[in-house]
């Protein structure tokens, strides 16, 4: 067969051994082929990455090869994906902060000579300039903006450097872009389509609905940790002869250390993944889970993202989280195999707090981005010389656990106010520019913090409500909306 003869229906046959498409994947490949731009919601595990993935392996008529570019969040999903497409032999690659220097350097230079039709990188690699020396050799044919939700500011896991879009999609030369989520409310879709800059007409949304028939989905009232964990050992218990995993989420770290001494007394074996371990530890932790070793893991909500583990038998949230968006990801990460999974969340109206908490943590107010910029800028040297904990002393002294901090430098990096590096050993920061009108505009910054409130809110209302909750879950994410408009922000 010559190349010209080639078709997608081809490509899923010898490259990825399915016989036929499904739901609405050969309308979408056919559309990102054609040159045009798409929003694909489509359920986890019902096959998203071959929208962008087969369109990139097709024949192109350009005189040197062309690559398709995916921005992803997520350093396990680009590593789990590459690996699948080399092992079907696919010319694919990532680059990201878990490379050695000498390893991403010689990637650049593949990629530089023309090698790879695919290559994984997260949106902040866009701030490198070796990376964009490298990237503006090639013809990029396709971006692919993978999770998509957290390009939207108004999405539950807003990514800063994801709202560059623009200005990314423009140093690309403007190439068909497909972004592609699980999850989006009619507002956050609307947001994605203005933060790719595009017009609602240019782009094709694709909405294949968000149910998952094999989902069993539960809430328990519960009070303190004993009820907490009477729960936790059931589930367990009813899975123990299950070939499969499950996964306890928790919020905070350490109530997650607490809940695993008390399963240890109980002689409940399990492992534990969090942000404090050593990066080693939490590879081997994942490897192990991947490989179905550790059949119950105790994790904050980072664990398990973007992983494609077919036989998660149950996902339980030990403390509620921070929006519907949220819960909806984590869960959606039981039963990718089809078979019956367990999803439960355990309430206890005590952990409103926490996350209340975390939301007021994400939305500093205008006063809060002014006191932190005049410290970083007209304070530098002992800025400089004494860190994080000097700042959080000056901001807010009697509060450690106070994290307004981190979010505003992230921010300000995000919009070039200032650049560098800062965590709790060292602090250096450079000030380009002034406050951006943004950051200082009250109005916004409140609608954010009340939109924050709101998806919180609707998660307690998905807990107290006793119709059906499938349905309650629909109408939040407006499935039965097909059209995307520009709410009036």
Same mark, same amino acid.
């Given at each position: ?109 593949? +990629?530089?000579?023309?090698?790879? *039709?695919? %290559?994984?990188?997260?949106? =902040?690699?866009? /701030?490198? @300039?070796?990376?964009?020396? &490298? ?112 996964? +306890?989420?928790?919020?905070?770290? *350490?109530? %997650?250390?607490?809940?695993? =001494?008390?399963? /240890?007394? @109980?002689?409940?074996?399990? &492992? ?135 979010? &505003? ?81």
């Amino acid at each position: 067969m010559t190349s010209s003869q080639m078709k997608p229906i081809h490509v899923l046959h010898q490259l990825f051994g399915f016989e036929g498409f499904r739901g609405s994947q050969a309308a979408i490949i056919d559309r990102v082929l054609s040159g045009g731009h798409s929003l694909v919601i489509m359920p986890t595990g019902a096959g998203k990455s071959l929208c962008y993935q087969i369109p990139a392996l097709m024949p192109d008529n350009e005189d040197s090869p062309t690559v398709t570019l995916v921005l992803s969040p997520l350093i396990a999903l680009m590593k789990d994906q590459v690996d699948a497409l080399r092992s079907r032999g696919i010319e694919a690659t990532y680059i990201n902060s878990s490379l050695s220097r000498e390893e991403r350097e010689r990637r650049y230079s593949e +990629v530089a000579a023309g090698q790879y *039709r695919l %290559l994984y990188v997260t949106p =902040e690699r866009f /701030r490198k @300039r070796e990376f964009l020396d &490298v990237i503006d050799r090639r013809s990029v044919r396709l971006l692919a903006v993978d999770e998509a939700h957290c390009i939207s500011e108004w999405g539950h896991d807003f990514r800063p450097d994801y709202s560059r879009l623009i200005e990314i999609r423009k140093r690309l030369g403007n190439p068909t872009t497909i972004a592609l989520t699980a999850t989006a409310t009619p507002d956050v879709q609307a947001d994605i389509v203005r933060q790719l800059g595009l017009h609602p007409d240019e782009i094709e949304l694709f909405h294949e609905g968000i149910d998952r028939p094999n989902l069993r989905l539960n809430v328990q009232v519960v009070w303190g940790d004993e009820e907490k964990l009477e729960q936790i050992v059931a589930v367990r218990d009813w899975y123990a002869t299950s070939t499969g995993s499950g996964i +306890v989420y928790f919020t905070l770290i *350490r109530t %997650l250390e607490r809940f695993s =001494e008390l399963l /240890r007394q @109980r002689r409940v074996p399990h &492992v534990c993944y969090h942000g404090d371990l050593e990066r080693n530890d939490r590879r081997r932790i994942q490897n192990e889970f991947m490989q179905g070793h550790c059949p119950l893991v105790l994790a904050t909500p980072a664990f398990g993202m973007g992983i494609d583990k077919e036989d998660i038998r149950f996902v339980l949230h030990a403390e509620i989280p921070g929006s519907m968006e949220a819960w909806y990801q984590e869960i959606g990460r039981a039963g990718r195999d089809g078979l019956p999974s367990d999803c439960l969340l355990l309430y206890d109206e005590a952990d409103l707090t926490t996350q209340m908490e975390f939301i007021r943590w994400s939305n500093p107010d205008s006063d809060f981005y002014h006191r932190v910029y005049d410290l970083v800028a007209h304070d530098y040297e002992r800025a400089t010389a004494f860190g994080l904990d000097w700042l959080r002393e000056q901001l807010h002294a009697k509060q450690k656990h106070d994290h307004r901090l981190e979010t &505003v430098l992230g921010m300000l990096d995000r919009y070039g106010v200032i650049e560098g590096t800062w965590d709790d050993e060292r602090l250096q920061i450079e000030v380009l520019s002034s406050l951006p009108d943004e950051l200082l505009d009250h109005e916004r910054l409140t609608l954010k913090l009340r939109r924050d409130q709101e998806k919180l809110l609707a998660l307690v209302r998905l807990i107290r409500h006793e119709g059906d909750r499938m349905e309650f879950i629909r109408e939040y994410f407006g499935q039965s909306r097909r059209e995307i408009t520009v709410p009036n922000f």
